[in-house]
């Protein structure tokens, strides 16, 4: 298999995410990655507008983005982090979220915030990875977990 960071300058739009990964409107919740370090970090971003489906219901009259995809928008950065360095496999895969520890939520994320997703790879052992992540708006931490993903055949 190519590399697919060689077929991609930083920094890397929702068009290119969009080939990289499987969701879609409205769960694709990576806007644009902005650094990367192969196996080890990656940056990304997700701009958090009041147009989000989810706004609706959660809640009417004070919008929060729900705490579970801000964990799961951790998890796409992390998805990309493996893809983007270039992993190896003998076919389509898909990252599963199967675990998340630790997480904390320090403060709401709402409508015309800029939320910076920021992945640690911490280790890998078979088809399982393991990666810390912070979300933050501005230089305020309003997240974070410890989250386990696994590759399955797609």
């Given at each position: 298999?190519?590399?697919?960071?060689?077929?991609?300058?930083?920094?890397?739009?929702?068009?290119?995410?969009?080939?990289?990964?499987?969701?879609?409107?409205?769960?694709?919740?990576?806007?644009r990655?902005?650094?990367?370090?192969?196996?080890?970090?990656?940056?990304?971003?997700?701009n958090?507008?009041?147009?989000?489906?989810f706004?609706?219901?959660?809640?009417?009259?004070?919008?929060?983005?729900?705490?579970?995809?801000?964990?799961?928008?951790?998890?796409?950065?992390?998805?990309?982090?493996?893809?983007?360095?270039?992993?190896?496999?003998?076919?389509?895969?898909?990252?599963?979220?199967?675990?998340?520890?630790?997480?904390?939520?320090?403060?709401?994320?709402?409508?015309?915030?800029?939320?910076?997703?920021?992945?640690?790879?911490?280790?890998?052992?078979?088809?399982?990875?393991?990666?810390?992540?912070?979300?933050?708006?501005?230089?305020?931490?309003?997240?974070?977990?410890e989250?386990?993903?696994?590759?399955?055949?797609?």
């Open positions: 298999m190519n590399n697919p960071i060689a077929r991609f300058e930083l920094p890397i739009n929702v068009e290119q995410i969009a080939a990289l990964l499987p969701h879609r409107y409205p769960f694709l919740l990576v806007d990655v902005t650094a990367l370090e192969p196996n080890q970090r990656i940056s990304a971003l997700k958090v507008t009041f147009n989000e489906p706004f609706q219901g959660h809640f009417p009259g004070h919008p929060v983005m729900p705490g579970v995809l801000i964990i799961e928008a951790m998890a796409q950065a992390s998805g990309l982090l493996i893809t983007l360095s270039g992993h190896e496999s003998k076919g389509p895969v898909v990252f599963y979220l199967v675990k998340v520890d630790k997480a904390r939520f320090n403060q709401p994320v709402v409508p015309g915030d800029q939320l910076r997703l920021e992945v640690e790879h911490k280790r890998s052992v078979r088809n399982m990875s393991q990666f810390q992540g912070r979300a933050l708006v501005g230089d305020t931490l309003v997240a974070e977990a989250i386990l993903c696994a590759e399955v055949p797609a």
